[in-house]
């Protein structure tokens, strides 16, 4: 992230608000200072060397801090993190895209990792058991006070076992379900060091280990480069999550679940059978494993998100619904959106990530009516002038020929009606089969007892495999609904082979370039008018333009152009460039160019966004000061689980809904502007 002014201001408020003023001191210096040393953090802090060791074990905890231990001089430097400190205002959409995803255990599993930075698995697990114990005697508590008594008992009060039966179990599902989908990944010892120096620490062994420590020639050089991205790329595939966990091999009949318990069908919103539980199904994780949020991945599933979002607006929902499942295929493969050019060699593959029409159509959820959503339109809207026109027109040969066929066709479809029998029911006849239905007249005691309830089992039974018709028919839909995104404006999808009733990547690079494009236009749009607008679209398109072609192009006068030109110099967003025609310089010798830089105009409007950004959280702040008496009542310990209406009055309750209501605008408008970081420095 650009260190800029105002860069490094939200990343110390966004420290500060999770975090605490100490860690944000400290943060705040490593991050104008650079990377320091205990010392040099004291002096420039002010601080104890006791305090600032209290602080960078909280902020290498939350990995907000690489650290480096130097052996030649016995010295650990420590360096800021402003990717993680940033991400801190993503913590909201990430947890609520677990718990969309995989319910309500992965959405706190999620939340608890963002506030400890980093745990084990078995420290996981503990605060999951722990918190289910709680929830079992609060809800056993509240029962005997429904049951009037007074929650003094004779006998001292035991807390039992959590309702479900094997929540470790549980949690082990659920952390290798999030390892594999990459939202979280295994820490380890080396991503405690910034990205510099694990790049100078590999190339320093590089070079001893291969060349003895001196290399000669551009030859030996483009060697050590090509071994480093090597290394590098080996580093980060080892640190990639593998399945190592141990399953238990399954007691009995497979319906019936893992250790003889009753078996919880999994829902397609993560929910089990009406609760939150999952099946035990044996995994079992190494339970000193570190594990932590996966950011990098964690961004890739956002881009995915807006982009089915774009797609919802500018064709429909189920289309969009059709894109996000497409996007869900090829994001197994996409660990980060921005490729890395010192490890990640971009020729290796040149379509990316793809999918095919029929790998899609098996995995869309049968949820999805595929058939919505695709030449649809209301019978009003039709005009049928012309096809009533053609129809008088017809000859009367054609018309009883017509008829003919349509007699035919109805005969032959009367066949397949169902016949009601005497008592009204309707029944269905199979040709094969000797029984006649439900004749009236039939003796009741030669009637055969065959219409008996079908008897319940509790064993899951399965699905009847679908028609192949029915298929073909939804797998055509879906590939209508490729073609659409395919032929948008916009290009979502890009055709790039015919494997599998046809072969489809996306194209990020271009889709992000559009989606920072559409902001900047809505940016000049509203700052600068339609003629700033105008003469800013024409520059990015043609390039480079000289000053007397500007009106001409722009359908402007020519002192309205120079105006608005000026005023978009003093605001960055173009800029001029002056060539002379001959030695002597003269104005009326020289060539005025204006251009407009993309790259210069993005990292403008990122520091204005980081600004706002910065104020937002101030303002929040200040709110929360003027109600500071009405607040500290809803963080009392001992009123916690009461309502406010229980222990407050009126006008407080006034105050509180007020400042919530504040505090959900202010959120909201600093949500808003993360999605344009994103767009213009993440995707």
Not at 499 to 504: P, Q, V
Not at 595 to 621: A, G, H, P, W
Request: charged share 30%.
């Amino acid at each position: 992230m650009s260190q800029s002014k105002h860069a490094v201001e939200l990343c110390a408020l966004l420290v500060d608000e999770t975090y605490g003023e100490l860690t944000s001191r400290i943060f705040t210096i490593l991050l104008r200072r650079g990377r320091l040393t205990i010392p040099l953090l004291s002096k420039h802090t002010r601080l104890s060397p006791h305090k600032i060791r209290h602080g960078l074990a909280v902020l290498v905890q939350e990995n907000l801090v690489y650290h480096y231990f130097d052996e030649d001089t016995n010295t650990t430097h420590y360096e800021a993190n402003p990717e993680a400190a940033y991400m801190l205002v993503r913590s909201g959409k990430i947890v609520e895209i677990a718990r969309s995803r995989y319910g309500d255990l992965a959405a706190e599993i999620m939340g608890n990792l963002f506030l400890s930075g980093h745990s084990t698995v078995k420290e996981l697990v503990s605060w999951y058991v722990a918190r289910l114990a709680e929830a079992e005697a609060k809800r056993k508590r509240e029962e005997r006070l429904a049951n009037g008594l007074n929650g003094q008992s004779k006998a001292p009060t035991l807390v039992q076992a959590p309702a479900h039966p094997f929540p470790t179990g549980q949690m082990h599902g659920m952390l290798t379900e999030l390892l594999e989908s990459g939202l979280i990944q295994p820490l380890f010892g080396d991503m405690f060091l910034s990205p510099t120096d694990t790049y100078d620490k590999i190339a320093k062994e590089t070079l001893k280990e291969e060349y003895g420590g001196n290399i000669k020639g551009t030859k030996q050089k483009e060697e050590l480069k090509e071994k480093i991205r090597e290394r590098l790329y080996a580093l980060r595939s080892e640190r990639a999550w593998k399945s190592k966990g141990k399953k238990r091999a399954l007691n009995g009949n497979h319906a019936n679940g893992v250790n003889g318990a009753s078996k919880r069908r999994r829902l397609s919103n993560g929910a089990v059978n009406g609760d939150h539980y999952f099946e035990d199904d044996g995994t079992k994780l190494d339970p000193n494993m570190l594990v932590r949020i996966n950011y990098e991945k964690c961004t890739v599933v956002l881009r995915n998100s807006r982009l089915a979002g774009l797609a919802s607006s500018r064709i429909g929902s189920t289309t969009a619904q059709v894109y996000e499942a497409g996007l869900r295929l090829i994001e197994k493969s996409i660990s980060r959106c921005r490729l890395d050019p010192r490890i990640d060699d971009i020729k290796d593959l040149p379509d990316g990530s793809t999918f095919t029409t029929m790998e899609l159509t098996a995995t869309l959820s049968k949820s999805v009516k595929t058939g919505a959503g695709i030449g649809t339109v209301s019978s009003d809207k039709i005009d049928t002038r012309k096809l009533e026109k053609a129809r008088k027109s017809t000859k009367r040969s054609d018309e009883a020929e017509a008829e003919g066929e349509a007699s035919e066709d109805e005969d032959v479809l009367m066949e397949d009606i169902p016949i009601a029998n005497g008592n009204g029911n309707i029944s269905d006849l199979d040709p094969d089969s000797d029984s006649h239905g439900d004749d009236p007249f039939d003796d009741e005691n030669t009637r055969t007892k065959s219409s008996r309830r079908a008897k319940v089992t509790f064993q899951d039974q399965l699905p009847k495999p679908e028609a192949a018709e029915n298929r073909e028919n939804r797998m055509l839909q879906v590939k209508n609904h490729l073609l659409l995104l395919a032929g948008d404006d916009c290009h979502f999808l890009r055709k790039c082979g015919s494997r599998g009733l046809g072969e489809w990547t996306v194209d990020f690079e271009g889709m992000t370039q559009y989606l920072q494009e559409v902001e900047m236009d809505t940016m000049l749009l509203e700052n600068f008018g339609k003629v700033g607008h105008r003469l800013a679209r024409m520059m990015r398109k043609l390039g480079k333009l000289d000053e007397k072609q500007l009106p001409n192009l722009a359908l402007v006068k020519q002192k309205d152009a120079r105006t608005k030109l000026a005023e978009m110099q003093m605001a960055g967003v173009v800029d001029i460039q002056e060539v002379p025609r001959d030695s002597g310089r003269t104005t009326s010798r020289t060539i005025f160019l204006w251009y407009f830089d993309v790259e210069r105009v993005s990292t403008i409007l990122l520091d204005s966004i980081y600004k706002n950004m910065s104020r937002c959280f101030q303002r929040l702040d200040i709110e929360r000061r003027r109600v500071q008496d009405v607040l500290a009542l809803t963080e009392r310990t001992d009123l916690l689980d009461e309502q406010p209406e229980k222990y407050m009055d009126q006008e407080q309750l006034n105050t509180l809904h007020e400042i919530e209501d504040k505090e959900e605008s202010i959120l909201g408008h600093i949500g808003r502007l993360d999605e344009l970081v994103a767009i213009f420095r993440d995707y």
